[in-house]
Structure formats: C-alpha cells, structure tokens
T-cell receptor
Framework: EAQVTQNPRYLITVTGKKLTVTCSQN?????MSWYRQDPGLGLRQIYY???????DKGDVPEGYKVSRKEKRNFPLILESPSPNQTSLYFC????????????FGEGSRLTVL | DQQVKQNSPSLSVQEGRISILNCDYT??????FLWYKKYPAEGPTFLISISSIKDKNEDGRFTVFLNKSAKHLSLHIVPSQPGDSAVYFC????????????FGKGTKLSVKP
C-alpha cells in the first residue's frame, strides 16, 4: 500500500529537549515536504526536499532542521523545541513539485510545554 | 500577506444539494491549483486540480472552476453527501517555485442528512 508514515503520531515534550519526527514514504517519490497546521493559519510549509541531499526552506523554517540522506526518509528535527512549535505536523511526498499532488502522512501532534 | 484566501471558515449544506467552496488568490504567477480534503485525525488527501490553461475540470461529483481574470476558483460538489463533510483546502503553486505549494486556511463543510 502506497503511504507516507510519520512517527510519533503524538508527543508531549518540554522546552529545549531535542526531538525528531520521522517520515518515510514507499512510493519512490523524489519530492518530500513538511507542513505545520495551526488553527486559523492553514497549512504552512516548513522545509522541502527535491531529492537526496537537496533541501530548502519553506515559509516557516525557523527552529527546524531536516535531512535527506535516503530517498524514502525525510526527518524533521527540532533541536531546541519551544512552545510556539506546538502544532500538528504533516509530512508529504510527490513525484515532483510541479505535479502538486502531494500524498500526506497522517500527522504528528506535538505539544511543547 | 495571504496569497491564497478561503474567506468562508465554514459551510453547511443539505444532503443532495450543491456545495460551492470558494478560493481567491493574489499571485498572478500561480499556474496550478488544487483542492485537498481533510478528515479529522487524518492527513489531507488530494481531490482535484486544474491548470491555468483550463477554466474547468470535472471528476465525478466534483468540478473545479477557474476564473483567471478574477483570480478566483471554486469547487462544486453535486450532489453533496454526508461523507463529504470535511475541511477543504485550496492550494496553488507557481512553475519554478521549487515545490512551495501555498495553502488556504480551509473551509469546513458540513453536509446534513
């Protein structure tokens, strides 16, 4: 089954404690992206990757890091989480950015106390 | 400044009637538009798209209309079904934007039996 898998689905942590949200896709997609969804703000792009070792900032990259060492994986790293990073995070992938037809994971709800 | 606007946070429609969800955009460089549907506790799923070279695209009960001069697009669902109750996101991208899909804030559709 074609899917994008995120882990963890739910996490409560404290300010400053480094965490990683993993994302894996099994569709051999070149393009992957991270979004955060906040009430009243819709979906905003954090980072994206066009291919292995190629990443770039989206609209709200501050406080986040990503890496793309393998095609299937695109982890989101919060080196020092803060309460304003409490949000619902979605990983997505597609064959390429021009298609626009992103496949989304189920989301990871993160709470930073 | 919001580039993709969904000005109606919610919409309620009777089963069997037409649902019309609206979306406006400000960036004239956008050339590809998409609608995503999102159920609670799930990631968004692609619904339908339209290229800027077209003014209409139809897929079963779903039709998207694009009015480039007005920078406006709409999603029509006919007939509406209770299972259509979800949050609908409008999204847009520009060729060469390196994958930055810009989302609206979403419209919550409720279809009442």
């Amino acid at each position: 089954e074609a899917q994008v898998t995120q882990n963890p689905r739910y996490l409560i942590t404290v300010t400053g404690k480094k965490l990683t949200v993993t994302c894996s896709q099994n569709m051999n997609h070149e393009y992957m992206s991270w979004y955060r969804q906040d009430p009243g703000l819709g979906l905003r792009q954090i980072y994206y990757s066009m291919n292995v070792e190629v990443t770039d900032k989206g609209d709200v990259p501050e406080g986040y890091k990503v890496s793309r060492k393998e095609k299937r994986n695109f982890p989101l790293i919060l080196e020092s989480p803060s309460p304003n990073q409490t949000s619902l995070y979605f990983c997505a992938s597609s064959l390429g950015p021009s298609t626009g037809e992103l496949f989304f994971g189920e989301g990871s709800r993160l709470t930073v106390l | 400044d919001q580039q993709v606007k969904q000005n109606s946070p919610s919409l309620s429609v009777q089963e069997g009637r037409i649902s019309i969800l609206n979306c406006d955009y400000t960036n004239s460089m956008f050339d590809y538009f998409l609608w995503y549907k999102k159920y609670p506790a799930e990631g968004p799923t692609f619904l339908i798209s339209i290229s800027s070279i077209k003014d209409k695209n139809e897929d079963g009960r779903f039709t998207v209309f694009l009015n480039k001069s007005a920078k406006h697009l709409s999603l029509h669902i006919v007939p509406s079904q209770p299972g259509d109750s979800a949050v609908y996101f409008c999204a847009a991208s520009a060729w060469g934007s390196q994958g930055n899909l810009i989302f609206g804030k979403g419209t919550k559709l409720s279809v009442k039996p």
